[in-house]
């Protein structure tokens, strides 16, 4: 009677290896987006004082939906595959969640904290998706990720704490900014895991339009408000604008997608954690922006405890 190996068997369980190719684009795709997301967050600070939050998340969006619907619409012409049925449900829920109220939640909290305490902020997003990912998306929910998680979650804290250690109107608002950046990162996990399944169907530069015209209608309501304040806008501003819409959302997103794609939901939201630096470095040339030495010790916190949720614990043996 013919028996599996040991070996065999532990070959035929494992995932297949990814190319060399694919591999590499996948790596760039992630540089990209956490270079173009890092930007983000600089930019959404600089423009800040010219537009409000649901102005600016409108107008970045409709520069995204021009720009990356010049190479979706014509692909699907040619293809005539669209979503059907309950296949549009993910697609509004990321759309929705993601392009809509993340972007007008993150444009609002940095119109009260520095560009580097805000992506500081954001860091919770990835221990979110590691944990749903282990729950939904089945990926593994190591012990690991549960001692990370909270140690990461001790540096938010921090970061809490230094922004409200003013008094009066200060603190408030800073504490405001603190809880408008958590429900952005909750919003941009949800996002991840519901948008992973749509990958297995629509190709990243397919998906992510549909997300983005999907949160543009949803900040129809701005309309206005983004007409008179491009009217009064400086050009640096405009640009700025501009700058966002095609490099951080139409670009960084559909890189992300294509990443997301191909590595799991939890593995590459670790990668985000590389966002923070480079924004801080980013903000700290352009606009001269330090974080408080709290929110630093709580961003290295939390780096620590992705450190933590990154690490393997070593599988029982069967004793034999």
Known sequence: M???SPT???TSTAPPALPSPVKALGVAAVVVTVVLWASAFVGIRAIGPTFSPGSLTLGRLAVAAVVLGALVVPQLAKSKVLPRGREWWPILGYGVMWFGGYNVALNAAEHLLDAGTAALLINVSPILVAIMAGFFLKEGFPRWLIIGSLVAFGGVAMIALGSGSGSGERSTADVAGVLLCLLAAVLAAVSVIIQKPVLRKFPAGQATWFGIMVGALCCLPFSGQLVSELQSAPLPATL??????IFPTAIAFTTWAY???LID????????YLVPGTTILISWLLLSEIPTVWGLVGGAVCLVGVGLTRRRSRPLRNAA
Request: aromatic fraction near 4%; charged fraction near 5%; proline fraction near 0%.
């Open 265 to 272: 939901a939890g593995k590459l939201a670790a990668t985000t």
């Open 259 to 261: 990443a997301l794609s």
């Open 8 to 10: 065999n068997s532990a």
């Open 240 to 245: 700025g604008l501009v700058y966002l819409g």
């Open 2 to 4: 013919a028996t599996t």
